[in-house]
């Protein structure tokens, strides 16, 4: 009997797992989030075991590139130290986890790309969803949402290659002015957003009309 189903019944499954998209089976991962490396890149603890995780069928800033460390923030104040689901999708060449991640009921991967910190990759986005993403991806580039407030930002898999776009220099405002520190922030900056300590400023004179001065890190 072993002998039949090896011989008969294997074979067939293993086209069926081959011909349905499927591309890694393993049981979802549910622990605590313990580093954030960047936007699309966590590191997950399930039962002693660390897994570093990359957020499937999107793509963040690099660290270098405006909105790099406002994308990290973002997946920082979602998921760092809480605990969450990884639905796995696959393992990449650089032997990490690849998958979607949830707490609760929102998912990682596609509020980073709703509220404007996140590619769709294209490349790799094959599940049907990912035309619902393009869709959210163009509302916050019409709405000019974290990175989209430049017409044209570079991706982060040109940056990898060294394509250098000139970005246009066309942002006027509004800006954010932290009540503490009388310093205002353009929206790429790391320190743009201070709970309960930020002031919206229209424009550059509005800002230094309100007694705020620049912020040396981003130079708005």
Not at 172 to 200: E, L
Request: net charge positive; glycine share 6%; aromatic share 14%.
């Amino acid at each position: 009997m072993q002998n039949i189903f090896r011989q008969t019944v294997l074979p067939f499954l293993i086209i069926i797992f081959l011909f349905t998209g499927v591309s890694y089976a393993q049981a979802p991962i549910q622990g605590r989030v313990v580093n954030i490396a960047d936007g699309d890149t966590i590191t997950v603890l399930q039962n002693n075991l660390q897994y570093k995780i990359r957020l499937y069928g999107i793509d963040t800033p690099e660290k270098s590139q405006d909105f790099g460390m406002r994308a990290k923030q973002f997946t920082s104040d979602m998921v760092f130290k809480q605990h969450i689901k990884v639905v796995v999708y696959d393992i990449d060449r650089y032997k990490r986890t690849v998958g979607m991640v949830y707490i609760g009921q929102k998912c990682l991967n596609e509020e980073l790309v709703k509220n404007g910190f996140a590619w769709v990759y294209k490349r790799y986005c094959k599940e049907s969803f990912c035309n619902e993403w393009l869709q959210l991806e163009q509302e916050a580039r019409e709405k000019k949402l974290g990175l989209w407030v430049y017409d044209d930002p570079v991706p982060p898999w040109e940056y990898r290659h060294g394509t250098n776009k000139k970005r246009p220099v066309n942002y006027s405002g509004p800006y954010h002015g932290n009540t503490n520190s009388h310093v205002f922030h353009a929206p790429w900056c790391k320190h743009f957003n201070c709970k309960n300590c930020t002031k919206i400023l229209q424009d550059k004179a509005s800002a230094v009309n309100a007694g705020y001065r620049p912020c040396g890190f981003c130079k708005p």
